[in-house]
């Protein structure tokens, strides 16, 4: 059943690139980043607890439901040298918490400091981008792990297809200005939202719901 959303998105993506494209030639559809699979045989985490990531009030490491963050200088006692390790440790991170139907998006970032690497992780949900979750992994040359910080977001949708298509949101809101838009899945109100995630030209960003047309939220573009 999830092999068949997952076609059903895919295919109403290219529908909607396609219809974009070739009709005002203005808003391009994002893809949906590719999963990264996690390394087979790496085992982390072993013997721990979760005591062993809560390091105080201001760096709260789990919350409410799928939440689970700010994980400082936990004690991993195996390297990370590659996207696929950094998938790796973040599955045995949420196994721990009792969060593992998610997956993860993950690359390297380049940050000018030969001796530092930092993966980055977006969190995916049945292959749709998790708009708040999201993990840093710092680590040494030879792969020590000396950071690890980050946010799992509670995104259990039934539904992941969209009712209410790109275009109709844009038109139904009257959004102008827009140059780029995707399909992500955003939290309001502690619920998970299935949104199409509109760039403006100005910089700001417009969250309008893929399965009513209203609008969400309304924000400035945030890097994470």
Same mark, same amino acid.
């Given at each position: 059943?999830?092999?068949?959303?997952?076609?059903?998105?895919?295919?109403?993506?290219?529908?909607?690139?396609?219809?974009?494209?070739?009709?005002?030639?203005?808003?391009?559809?994002?893809?949906?980043?590719?999963?990264?699979?996690?390394?087979?045989?790496?085992?982390?985490?072993?013997?721990?607890?979760?005591?062993?990531?809560?390091?105080?009030?201001?760096?709260?490491?789990?919350?409410?439901?799928?939440? =689970?963050?700010?994980?400082? /200088?936990?004690?991993?006692?195996?390297?990370?040298? !590659?996207? $696929?390790? %950094?998938?790796?440790?973040?599955?045995?991170?949420?196994?721990?918490?009792?969060?593992?139907?998610?997956?993860?998006?993950?690359?390297?970032?380049?940050?000018?400091?030969?001796?530092?690497?930092?993966?980055?992780?977006?969190?995916?949900?049945?292959?749709?981008?998790?708009?708040?979750?999201?993990?840093?992994?710092?680590?040494?040359?030879?792969?020590?792990?000396?950071?690890?910080?980050? =946010?799992?977001?509670?995104? /259990?949708?039934?539904?992941?297809?969209?009712?209410? !298509?790109? $275009?109709? %949101?844009?038109?139904?809101?009257?959004?102008?200005?827009?140059?780029?838009?995707?399909?992500?899945?955003?939290?309001?109100?502690?619920?998970?939202?299935?949104?199409?995630?509109?760039?403006?030209?100005?910089?700001?960003?417009?969250?309008?719901?893929?399965?009513?047309?209203?609008?969400?939220?309304?924000?400035?573009?945030?890097?994470?």
């Amino acid at each position: 059943m999830k092999s068949i959303k997952k076609v059903c998105y895919m295919f109403l993506i290219m529908l909607q690139s396609l219809s974009f494209l070739t009709g005002c030639g203005k808003v391009k559809v994002t893809e949906p980043p590719r999963e990264t699979k996690g390394t087979e045989g790496l085992v982390f985490l072993e013997g721990m607890s979760e005591e062993d990531f809560i390091t105080s009030d201001t760096n709260l490491i789990y919350g409410a439901g799928d939440r =689970l963050r700010e994980m400082n /200088n936990p004690v991993i006692d195996k390297k990370v040298t !590659s996207p $696929e390790d %950094a998938v790796a440790l973040i599955n045995a991170i949420g196994y721990k918490f009792g969060v593992s139907n998610y997956s993860f998006h993950a690359e390297t970032e380049d940050n000018g400091n030969d001796e530092v690497r930092i993966y980055y992780l977006k969190q995916l949900y049945e292959g749709i981008p998790v708009e708040e979750g999201f993990f840093r992994i710092y680590t040494n040359v030879d792969g020590t792990v000396t950071s690890v910080s980050g =946010l799992y977001v509670n995104a /259990n949708l039934d539904d992941v297809t969209p009712r209410v !298509s790109l $275009e109709g %949101a844009m038109n139904g809101n009257e959004i102008k200005g827009a140059a780029r838009a995707e399909l992500v899945i955003t939290e309001l109100a502690g619920r998970p939202e299935l949104s199409w995630k509109i760039y403006k030209r100005n910089g700001d960003t417009t969250f309008i719901s893929a399965m009513d047309g209203t609008i969400l939220r309304k924000s400035s573009e945030i890097i994470y």
